[in-house]
Structure formats: structure tokens, C-alpha cells
């Protein structure tokens, strides 16, 4: 179904062996992109057109000349498509291209009578829109491109997940947004302010009021205790949350008076999250946060995360290899040597506590 919220075509139900509800493809990209495209809704086979680009670019039940596109079409536009697969005995006949285009016209018609629109955001207005983002860097005499061309929207209270091979660009992405890093070329817009060039104030006052930030490595303050830690950015900004109710979000207010050198990896990590949490902040940038951890500990900590997304509606963007942790996201971002290759809908998210590897 097209989301016309974000433009881009996505699976919201399969018959068969793929995994692949919640792909998504944007107009004009690929098979699905050029039948949503279409202003007269052409049916489209994929000899036709060069690159899927649905289902995840890496799933190979869905490549082949006999896939078929089928416009869904009601008199204003094109709402959707099916996608036929699986034919290996030769070109679709008359009679059953026939039968799929009044499949898809029956469907159209029900789906008009009852006013249903697909869209899996309420809110429309992205909070971080990036746009065009390039990164290069010298490495030595070469020129390297870590990001080449990333366009990017994230929605009020959406949980996403960046997810990618160690070198990718997914980090150096999320820093980006969070103002640690400078991007070559490209555009960043948050909450309607161009953030591409800003200057050393404005980018003080973005970090500062715009964003928590949660480390791989915790970055706690050693000489300072779990309160503190918490209460001394909370004293930097301009309108923090009571750091004791940032440490009990997190299940720590126990602990607010332990040493860094006292807590286990994980209530240090969740120590980070409430210091994160505690300026109150429009988006929450979390760089691998379970990455030194067990699986249990790591359980706990997504939780946590889990919890300020669900019930804060907290925007987060999480950057993680693990394709598990992905499972709990609203969207997943797949980034593969500095492009996004995919992006998934997750219209069933599943709970922390469910997540196995």
C-alpha cells in the first residue's frame, strides 16, 4: 500500500516463503516505484524496468523476468499495487493478467467505499529531515566518501533503527544529526530549522536542547555519582526533568548515589540514558548501546529504551549491527557502503523481552 505520508510503497502482506511485510519502495524506484508512479497506472513486468527494489534487495524469491506489478487505482491515483511472483513456466497469459487487474479493481473499489488511507505515522511533519548527506574525509592521500547521498525522514515519536556492517556510515549518520559531526554536502532540517550550516551557538543550543545522546562506551563522569552524573547535565539545560525521576524511568533511583566504579556495564548504560533523558529532549541518538553488554543486561537496557519510546514518545534513532534489535523498531534503515539499500516498516514491532540472538 502507498503510504502518502512518506511516499514510499510498502508490504503490508505476503503469501509465501519471502519475509517481507514492511518493505518499502519510493515512487519512481524500481518495479514498484515506476507502477506507483504511473499517472495511468500501468501494469508492469519486471523485464520492463531495471531493480526491484521491494522486499529487501537482498531477497532472491521475488528476482526474476516473470515478476508482475499490478496497479491498484482508484479515480484519483494509484493507492497501491500486487505483486506477482513465483511464475517460472513462461509470460503471464492474457486471461490471467486479465484476472489480476480485476482483482485489483474489486480491491480498489472496497478500499475507496470504506475511506481507508495507510498511514503508519500519525504524525505527517518529519522532526530530522535529511536530505542529499554527504561525507568525505582524507584517509592518508585517499579521499574517502563514508556517506554518499543519504536522504533521510524520522517522524515525532518513532522508534527507527539504523542497521549496517561496521563501516557503513551508520554512526557517522547519527552523528550528523546530532550535531558531533559536519557533513560534506547535503541538508539537514530539524523541526524546520536549517541545521546544515549552523553556526558554534547554534549548534551549542541544538546539542544542548535538541538532543540526548547514549554511548557504546557510557561516558560517565568517574568522580561523580549516578545523581550526579544525571543532575549535572540536567543543570545545563534550560528545561530538565528531576534527575531522581530520570534515574527512577530507568529503575536506578536505588543507585543514584553509587560510583560509576560501583555499577555493572548495564546500570552504567542506563545511567546514560537517564542523563540522556533528563534535558527533556526532541530526539534521542543512541550509537550501539548494547553493544558491550550480555544478552540479558542488553535485554534490560532495550527495555528501557523500549519504555521512552512507547510511553514518553520520545523520537529515537538507534544505530545498531544487530539485525534482532531491529525487530523492535517502527522503521529499519538498512545502510550498505554509505547509501540507504532498503527501508522496512515494522507494522508489528515486537517487545524487548522478545527479542532472541
Known amino acids: 500500500m502507498l503510504d502518502d505520508q512518506s511516499g514510499r510503497t510498502i508490504a503490508v502482506m505476503v503469501s509465501g516463503t519471502s519475509d517481507a511485510v514492511g518493505e518499502s519502495a519510493a515512487k519512481g524506484e524500481g518495479l514498484i516505484g515506476e507502477v506507483i508512479a504511473s499517472e495511468k497506472g500501468k501494469v508492469l513486468k519486471a523485464s520492463e524496468v531495471s531493480g526491484l527494489k521491494f522486499a529487501g534487495a537482498d531477497s532472491p524469491s521475488i528476482s526474476g523476468k516473470n515478476v508482475l506489478c499490478v496497479p491498484i487505482k482508484t479515480p484519483k491515483h494509484t493507492i497501491g499495487c500486487l505483486l506477482l511472483t513465483g511464475k517460472e513456466d513462461g509470460e503471464y497469459t492474457e486471461e490471467e493478467l486479465n484476472m489480476c487487474e480485476n482483482c485489483s479493481a474489486i480491491l480498489a473499489l472496497d478500499i475507496e467505499d470504506k475511506g481507508f488511507k495507510f498511514r503508519p505515522f500519525e504524525n505527517r511533519e518529519p522532526v530530522v529531515s535529511a536530505r542529499g548527506i554527504i561525507k568525505e574525509f582524507m584517509s592518508g592521500e585517499e579521499l574517502r566518501r563514508i556517506l554518499k547521498g543519504v536522504d533521510l525522514d524520522v517522524y515525532p515519536g518513532e522508534l527507527v533503527v539504523v542497521l549496517g556492517e561496521s563501516g557503513c556510515g551508520k554512526?557517522?549518520?547519527?552523528?550528523?544529526?546530532?550535531?558531533?559531526?559536519?557533513?560534506?554536502?547535503?541538508?539537514?532540517?530539524?523541526?524546520?530549522?536549517?541545521?546544515?550550516?549552523?553556526?558554534?551557538?547554534?549548534?551549542?543550543?541544538?546539542?544542548?536542547?535538541?538532543?540526548?545522546?547514549?554511548?557504546?562506551?557510557?561516558?560517565?563522569?568517574?568522580?561523580?555519582?549516578?545523581?550526579?552524573?544525571?543532575?549535572?547535565?540536567?543543570?545545563?539545560?534550560?528545561?530538565?526533568?528531576?534527575?531522581?525521576?530520570?534515574?527512577?524511568?530507568?529503575?536506578?533511583?536505588?543507585?543514584?548515589?553509587?560510583?560509576?566504579?560501583?555499577?555493572?556495564?548495564?546500570?552504567?548504560?542506563?545511567?546514560?540514558?537517564?542523563?540522556?533523558?533528563?534535558?527533556?529532549?526532541?530526539?534521542?541518538?543512541?550509537?550501539?548501546?548494547?553493544?558491550?553488554?550480555?544478552?540479558?543486561?542488553?535485554?534490560?537496557?532495550?527495555?528501557?529504551?523500549?519504555?521512552?519510546?512507547?510511553?514518553?514518545?520520545?523520537?529515537?534513532?538507534?544505530?545498531?549491527?544487530n539485525p534482532e534489535i531491529a525487530k523492535m523498531a517502527n522503521r529499519v534503515v538498512k545502510l550498505r557502503d554509505g547509501v540507504i539499500s532498503s527501508v522496512r516498516v515494522n507494522l508489528h514491532p515486537l517487545k524487548a523481552t522478545d527479542l532472541v540472538w
Open 171 to 321: 554512526s557517522t549518520l547519527l552523528n550528523i544529526i546530532g550535531g558531533m559531526d559536519m557533513m560534506t554536502e547535503g541538508q539537514l532540517i530539524v523541526e524546520g530549522k536549517d541545521m546544515s550550516n549552523p553556526t558554534e551557538d547554534e549548534l551549542t543550543e541544538y546539542r544542548r536542547e535538541y538532543i540526548g545522546f547514549i554511548f557504546q562506551a557510557y561516558n560517565l563522569m568517574p568522580n561523580l555519582s549516578a545523581y550526579e552524573n544525571v543532575e549535572f547535565i540536567g543543570e545545563i539545560s534550560d528545561n530538565p526533568m528531576d534527575s531522581m525521576e530520570a534515574l527512577r524511568l530507568v529503575g536506578l533511583d536505588e543507585k543514584s548515589g553509587s560510583m560509576p566504579a560501583a555499577l555493572s556495564g548495564g546500570q552504567m548504560q542506563r545511567v546514560s540514558i537517564a542523563r540522556a533523558l533528563v534535558k527533556d529532549p526532541k530526539i534521542i541518538l543512541a550509537d550501539e548501546p548494547t553493544a558491550a553488554l550480555d544478552y540479558d543486561t542488553s535485554i534490560k537496557v532495550l527495555s528501557v529504551i523500549e519504555q521512552i519510546a512507547r510511553e514518553r514518545k520520545t523520537t529515537i534513532l538507534m544505530v545498531t549491527h
